[in-house]
C-alpha cells in the first residue's frame, strides 16, 4: 500500500498537534504552593532513594510507614524506590510524563534549582526548630529564607589516615594544614622499583568535584554568592585547592590512577594509600570487609585556613502540585522525624542530621559517625544556585583535564567559572 | 438484375472503450485495500506513537528552554547554536566519530571471518557459534562489570597477562591516552556476534554453482572469496554496516559503566551528553537539539553508504 503525501503530512500534522499539547499540559511552573490544609487523606506516593533492597523495602514499608498509618490511617503511600544515581532520571520522566511524586527525597544542592522553579513546595519555618539542627545543616533545605527540605541523613567527605602507617613513619598527630599534608604525604608514600606501591595521599577515590568543594572550602573559598547568581570560586583559593592536587602528583604523593575501583574496598583498607579522603560510611564497609583494620583506622577533618567537612545527604521535600497537600505536609513531617531519621541512617552508615540523636546507641556504636556529628559545626555544603543542576555535571570533567594534565590548574577554573556563568545567565 | 451494391468498407470494428471492472472486481480491490490497510494499521500507529510522535515532539522542543520544571519558551535556534559551539559536545561527536570509525570494520571483519569459519563441516560448530554470539545477548552492565575487573590496573586481568610477558601494566581506563582504545575493544567483542550470524546467514544462502564453475576455471579460494563472495555478500554487508552504525553511535551504556565519559571526556559520546544534558542537567529542550544533529549525522552516513553501495541491491 503506498503512503500517500496526504496521509504522511496527515500524521506529521496529528503528530505535531499532539507533542504541543502535551508540552503544555505537563510542566509545574506557575502552580500555586500546595495547601496543607485539610484532611489528612489520600493516595501519595513517595520517591526514595534511601531504603535499598529487600531490607530497606522492609524497613521503610514494614516499620516506618506502618507507624505512620497508625497516626494517618486514610493516607495510602506508595513508594517509589530508585537510587542516588538514577533519582535525576525519575524526577526528569516524572516531571515530564505529569506525574511528579508528592514526596520526594533530594540530595543537598537541589532545593534552589526546584524551589526556583516552583516544583516543591515550602514548609513552614516551625519544622525547622521542631528537632535540634546545626544550622549548617539546615542551609542546604533553604532557598530564598524560606525553608523547603527537612534533612534526613547526611554524608560527610571525611580524612581518613592509616595509623599503623603514620607510626611505622614515625608521625605524630595529623597534618593542620596542606603544608604538613604534603610533607606527611611524601613520608608515607612507598616506591618498589621505581613503581608506587603505596600513596602518601589519596584523594582521587571520592567524587573529583566533593573532593576539590572540600579543599575550596578549607581553604577560605566560597563557591557562589548568597544569591547564587555569581561565581565564586575562580578565586586564587578556587585555583590554589586544584593546584595542591597537581602538585602532590607531581611529587608522587598522588596519583590519578591510583584509586578506589568500583567493587573493591578502599585504598586505604588495601594498603596502597596512607591518607585518603573517604565518607563517614567507611566504618560500615570496614565492618564488613576488614574488621582488623577498624581500631587502625581514624579520622581528621582538614583545612588550610579553615578546618572544612563538606556535607552531603538527602532531604526529603513536598511537591508543589500534589494533590492531598495535607497528607504529602504530613508524611514529609513524619520522614523528618527522629524516628524515621536514625532508621534511614542506620542502614546507610550516614548521619543523622537530627542533633538530638547524637546519644543514640547507632551513632555511639559508630566512630565515623560519631566524629562527623562532633564535626558538624565545620559542615560545607555544594550549591547554593538555582543553576548548580547544570553546573554540578561538568565540574568533574573540567577538573580531570587539568589532573590529566591537558591544561592548567588556572584554565580549567576558568573554563569552570565560564560554563557556570553561561547556566547562570540562563536562569 | 441483381443490385450489386458497394462493398461494404470493412474496416477494423469501432475502437470500444475498456470495459471498466466489473462492480463485483471493484469491490474486491476495495476490500483488499481495506484490509490491507487494517493489517499495517497496528504496526502504523505503534510506529506513530513510540516513534513519529516522539521524534516530532524532539524537534519541536529542539526550538524551545523546556526543563521539565517550567513551561518550554521558543528560544530559536539558540540550542543548535549551543550544542554545535560546546566544546564538549564537539569532542562527544569526534569521539562517537572514532569510536564508530573503529568498532564497525574491525567488528565486521572479524566477524565475516568467523563466519567463514563456521560456514564449514566444523566439528561443533553450534558450540562456537553459541559461544560468539554470548556476548552480544548478555547484558551490557554485566559485560561492563567483567571489563572493569580485567582492566583494573593493580588487580586485573589484562595487566597480570601482559605482566607476564614483561610488559608493563597500563591504566586502562584512567588513561587519556588507553580509555578511549579500552572501550572500542568492549564494544568490537561484544558486537561481533549478531554480525557473524547475519555474515553466516548469507553465506549459506549463496549458490553453489557459481563456486563450482569457478573451481572449474581454476580460481583459488582466495580468487572465490574476493571475487565472488564479497560481491555476492554486497547486501548483507550494507545491512551490517547501517545497524552497526547506528549501534556505534547509540554506544550508551558501556561508557556509563566503564568510564562515565572520563577521564576529561576523553571517551564521552553524544549519547552520553544527550543523557547528560536531559537527566542530570534537566535541559530538555537543549538535550532535544542535541538528539536532532545526531539524527542528522546518522541520516547523512545511511545516505552516503546507500550511495556508495549502490543500494541494498548492489547496483551502481
Known amino acids: 500500500m503506498e503512503f500517500s503525501r496526504r496521509s504522511f503530512l496527515t500524521a506529521m500534522g496529528l503528530g505535531t498537534a499532539a507533542a504541543v499539547a502535551g508540552c503544555a499540559t505537563t510542566s509545574p511552573s506557575g502552580s500555586s504552593a500546595a495547601d496543607p490544609t485539610g484532611p489528612v487523606e489520600g493516595d501519595i506516593t513517595f520517591l526514595c532513594a534511601l531504603f535499598e533492597g529487600s531490607t530497606g523495602k522492609e524497613t521503610l514499608e514494614g516499620n516506618l510507614i506502618k507507624k505512620f498509618n497508625e497516626k494517618y490511617p486514610d493516607v495510602n503511600v506508595t513508594v517509589d524506590y530508585t537510587d542516588y544515581g538514577s533519582l535525576n532520571e525519575k524526577i526528569t520522566t516524572g516531571l515530564a510524563s505529569g506525574l511528579m511524586p508528592d514526596v520526594v527525597t533530594l540530595g543537598v544542592g537541589w532545593i534552589p534549582p526546584f524551589a526556583f522553579k516552583n516544583a516543591i513546595a515550602p514548609l513552614p519555618e516551625s519544622l525547622a526548630t521542631r528537632y535540634t539542627y546545626e544550622e549548617r545543616v539546615l542551609e542546604p533545605s533553604r532557598y530564598d529564607g524560606k525553608l523547603y527540605a527537612l534533612p534526613m541523613v547526611l554524608d560527610t567527605r571525611i580524612v581518613a589516615y592509616r595509623k599503623d602507617f603514620f607510626e611505622e613513619a614515625g608521625l605524630t598527630g595529623t597534618p593542620k594544614n596542606w603544608d604538613e599534608l604534603r610533607d606527611y604525604a611524601k613520608q608515607l608514600t612507598v616506591k618498589d622499583g621505581g613503581k608506587t606501591t603505596r600513596v602518601g595521599f589519596d584523594p582521587f577515590s571520592i567524587d573529583l568535584r566533593q573532593c576539590w568543594e572540600t579543599f575550596l572550602f578549607g581553604n577560605s573559598g566560597e563557591l557562589f554568592s548568597p544569591d547564587g547568581r555569581e561565581v565564586l570560586f575562580d578565586s586564587p583559593e578556587g585555583v590554589a585547592s586544584l593546584q595542591l592536587f597537581l602538585d602532590m602528583m607531581a611529587d608522587g604523593s598522588a596519583d590519578f590512577a591510583l584509586k578506589t575501583e568500583a567493587g573493591q574496598p578502599t585504598t586505604l583498607q588495601q594498603g596502597t594509600s596512607a591518607i585518603m579522603m573517604t565518607n563517614n560510611s567507611l566504618y560500615v564497609q570496614l565492618q564488613q570487609q576488614t574488621p582488623e583494620l577498624t581500631d587502625k583506622i581514624g579520622t581528621f577533618v582538614l583545612g588550610n585556613t579553615d578546618p572544612a567537612m563538606l556535607q552531603g545527604g538527602t532531604m526529603v521535600s513536598q511537591s508543589a502540585t500534589t494533590k492531598y497537600p495535607a497528607a504529602a505536609r504530613a508524611f514529609v513531617e513524619y520522614m523528618g522525624s527522629p524516628d524515621a531519621v536514625l532508621v534511614a541512617s542506620e542502614q546507610r552508615g550516614s548521619v543523622p542530621a537530627i542533633s538530638d540523636l547524637k546519644d543514640s546507641d547507632y551513632v555511639k556504636g559508630n566512630p565515623m559517625v560519631a566524629f562527623a556529628i562532633d564535626n558538624l559545626g565545620k559542615a560545607r555544603s555544594e550549591g547554593g544556585t538555582p543553576a548548580w543542576m547544570e553546573i554540578r555535571e561538568k565540574i568533574k570533567p573540567t577538573l580531570e583535564t587539568a589532573i590529566v594534565g591537558q591544561q592548567s590548574a588556572q584554565a580549567a577554573i576558568d573554563q569552570l567559572a565560564g560554563i557556570a556563568n553561561d547556566a547562570i545567565s540562563r536562569l | ?316
Open chain 2, 1 to 316: 438484375m441483381a443490385v450489386v451494391s458497394a462493398p461494404r468498407d470493412v474496416s477494423a470494428p469501432p475502437a470500444v472503450p475498456p470495459r471498466s471492472p466489473a462492480p463485483r472486481r471493484r469491490r474486491a480491490g476495495a476490500a483488499r485495500r481495506r484490509a490491507g490497510m487494517l493489517m499495517v494499521a497496528p504496526a502504523f500507529l505503534h510506529a506513530l506513537i513510540w516513534i513519529g510522535i516522539p521524534v516530532i515532539a524532539a524537534f519541536v522542543l529542539s526550538f524551545t528552554n523546556y526543563d521539565v520544571l517550567t513551561q518550554p519558551r521558543f528560544n530559536g535556534i539558540q540550542n543548535y547554536v549551543d550544542a554545535l559551539t560546546d566544546p564538549v559536545f564537539r569532542r562527544g561527536m569526534l569521539n562517537t566519530l572514532v569510536y564508530a570509525f573503529f568498532t564497525v570494520p574491525v567488528a565486521m571483519g572479524i566477524a565475516l571471518l568467523i563466519a567463514l569459519m563456521l560456514d564449514t563441516q566444523l566439528r561443533a560448530r553450534a558450540l562456537f557459534r553459541t559461544a560468539v554470539f554470548i556476548p552480544q545477548v548478555t547484558a551490557t552492565i554485566a559485560v561492563a562489570l567483567v571489563w572493569l575487573w580485567i582492566y583494573d590496573p593493580r588487580n586485573g586481568l589484562l595487566n597480570a597477562v601482559l605482566g607476564f610477558f614483561g610488559i608493563p601494566a597500563q591504566n586502562w581506563l584512567s588513561s587519556t591516552t588507553w580509555a578511549m582504545p579500552s572501550v572500542i575493544a568492549v564494544g568490537i567483542w561484544q558486537g561481533i556476534g549478531l554480525k557473524m550470524l547475519i555474515y553466516l546467514a548469507a553465506l549459506q544462502s549463496l549458490p553453489k554453482d557459481v563456486y563450482e564453475a569457478a573451481s572449474v576455471d581454476g580460481a583459488s579460494k582466495t580468487r572465490q572469496f574476493f571475487s565472488i563472495t564479497l560481491p555476492l555478500l554486497k547486501p548483507a554487508t550494507f545491512f551490517v554496516f547501517v545497524t552497526s552504525v547506528i549501534s556505534a553511535f547509540q554506544a550508551f551504556d558501556l561508557i556509563y559503566i566503564l568510564t562515565d565519559g572520563g577521564p576529561a571526556n576523553t571517551t564521552t559520546m553524544m549519547t552520553y551528553e544527550i543523557y547528560k544534558s536531559a537527566f542530570r542537567e534537566f535541559r530538555v529542550g537543549y538535550a532535544c537539539a542535541q538528539s536532532i544533529i545526531l539524527f542528522v549525522f546518522l541520516l547523512l552516513l545511511t545516505l552516503a553508504n546507500r550511495r556508495l553501495n549502490g543500494g541494498d541491491s548492489g547496483r551502481h
